[in-house]
Structure formats: C-alpha cells, structure tokens
Nanobody
Framework: QLQLVESGGGLVQPGGSLRLSCAAS????????IAWYRQAPGKEREEVSC????????DYADSVKGRFTISRVNAKSTVYLQMNSLEPEDTAVYYC????????????????WGQGTQVTVSS
C-alpha cells in the first residue's frame, strides 16, 4: 500500500520552531518530488514548499521564505520541513504530497497525499 505519513506537528509559541517529517512507505520516495501544502480553517489549501526528486531544486511560498527549509534523505524515504520563527498565521493542517520527479505549481498534479498534521502557533 502506497502511503505518506506526516508527523511532528503540535502547539508552539510564536517565534518557536517545529520540524515536520513526511515518511513514505510502499514506494521509492527517491523517484518523487515532495511538496508541503497547508490549509487553515476557512482558507484554500496553499503550497508551502517543494523539493525535486534529487533535492537539487527547492521552492518556497513568499510567506515562509527565510523561515522554512525543506530537505530530504532518500535513504530514509523521508522529507523534512524545518519551520523557524513561527507566526500565528502559520497555523494550519500541513500535508505532504508526491508526484514524479519534479515540482509542479498545480495541486492536481500531485498523486499521493498524507493525512495531515496540525500545527498551531499560539501564546
């Protein structure tokens, strides 16, 4: 069974940090680009960051540039999202998703989705 499983979410104070993990099972993560999306209550799902299958290419939403870092360890079939200087506006459910090789700007290009992990930034 092909699965993506997110972990690492939680409650953190403004200015704090979290590291999200996206682990793959049932397929070789190294052949896939991985993107992180997030969805806040009442808002549309938005892309946060993406990393290509080799890790050579990454991109970030303007709202998280300089604060979030995406990385991958293909040998562990895991992609990480390091989130620093968190703000209340970062509160959302974070999803990881996969498509073959390269990142895409179109959410419908992504094939596999995890179940999401809640991130809450609040004092």
């Amino acid at each position: 069974q092909l699965q993506l499983v997110e972990s690492g979410g939680g409650l953190v104070q403004p200015g704090g940090s979290l590291r999200l993990s996206c682990a793959a099972s049932g397929f070789t993560l190294g052949n896939y680009a991985i993107a992180w999306y997030r969805q806040a209550p009442g808002k549309e799902r938005e892309e946060v960051s993406c990393i290509s299958f080799t890790g050579e290419y990454t991109d970030y939403a303007d709202s998280v540039k300089g604060r979030f870092t995406i990385s991958r360890v293909n040998a562990k079939s895991t992609v990480y999202l390091q989130m620093n200087s968190l703000e209340p506006e970062d509160t959302a459910v974070y999803y990881c998703t996969a498509r073959a090789r390269y990142c895409s700007n179109y959410v419908n290009d992504y094939i596999y989705w995890g179940q999401g992990t809640q991130v809450t930034v609040s004092s």
